[in-house]
């Protein structure tokens, strides 16, 4: 059976930082896209960082350049580096599958990790 788990979440002060896993079990992630989201309270889900089998990688300009998204295939695990974290981060963090970043849908969602950022 397909399963991701999220991991690594936890509270933060505001510049602290976080690394976030997500791994899989009853398949490998060599050949799939993988992408973090995160909802907030009272928010939509929106993505926050993505990447492809090739290794090409995708962040949405509010975490770019704060965040950094790695893959280790043979822990068959994807990272979500997280640094100089705001109060406007805190949500619950969630990774899914897909065939490409640029493409639709993502689907074997995990159960999520809360980040919480707070004095």
């Known amino acids: 059976q397909v399963q991701l788990v999220e991991s690594g979440g936890g509270l933060v002060q505001p510049g602290g930082s976080l690394r976030l896993s997500c791994a899989a079990s009853?398949?490998?992630?060599?050949?799939?896209?993988i992408g973090w989201f995160r909802q907030a309270p009272g928010k939509e889900r929106e993505g926050v960082s993505c990447i492809n089998s090739d290794g090409s990688t995708w962040y949405a300009d509010s975490v770019k350049g704060r965040f950094t998204i790695s893959r280790d295939n043979a822990k068959n695990t994807v990272y979500l580096q997280m640094n100089s974290l705001k109060p406007e981060d805190t949500a619950v963090y969630y990774c899914?599958?897909?065939?490409?970043?640029?493409?639709?849908?993502?689907?074997?969602w995990g159960q999520g990790t809360q980040v919480t950022v707070s004095s």
């Open positions: 009853g398949f490998t992630l060599d050949y799939d896209a």
């Open positions: 899914a599958t897909a065939i490409r970043c640029e493409g639709a849908p993502f689907g074997s």
